[in-house]
């Protein structure tokens, strides 16, 4: 398992390599689909980092305060002193992730998430809206 620090500086390299520009609202939704991916091919959790619905979709919350600075803009640059090692496997799946939604607008990341039962279940929640491992790995394993 890695820390959610990790994954986000690098989707952040990833994208950055393929030229395309990535938002810490697009991030957000990107470490969400990993973490589902990870479910799915492991039956267990990218990070452990906690996640909680907000807004906009899915938030890592300690990823979203690390490059909040940039708002909606391109993040430029990724935290210092992160030492990104990461397996070839885990890599091939983080990448699938990706390309997968290289195209997708988004506004359209945050209406897929907002139609999922983790999302929806958090929101429904009067004080804690977290996320849970479950609860991804419920919708994303047990339904299909």
């Keep these: 398992m890695y820390s959610a620090i990790v994954i986000a500086n690098y989707i952040i390299e990833y994208e950055h390599s393929k030229n395309r520009m990535i938002s810490n609202l697009k991030l957000q939704k990107l470490l969400y ?9 492991y039956d267990k959790p990218c990070f452990n980092d906690r996640m ?9 919350v300690d990823v ?7 708002g909606g803009m391109d993040i430029t640059k990724i935290k210092a002193n992160v030492d990104i090692n990461i397996n070839f ?12 939604f290289s195209d997708t607008p ?6 897929i998430t907002h139609k999922q039962t983790p999302w929806i279940l958090a929101m429904q929640t009067p004080f ?7 609860s991804i790995r419920q919708y994303f394993c047990d339904s299909k």
Aim: negative net charge.
């Design 52 to 60: 909680e619905a907000w807004d906009f979709g899915p938030v890592v």
């Design 128 to 134: 804690n809206k977290e996320i849970t491992h479950e």
């Design 64 to 70: 979203y305060h690390v490059y909040k600075y940039y």
């Design 106 to 111: 988004i506004y359209k990341l945050v209406d």
């Design 89 to 100: 496997e885990d890599k091939n799946i983080i990448d699938g992730v990706l390309d997968f």
């Design 33 to 41: 689909f990993v973490q589902a991916q990870f479910f799915i091919e």
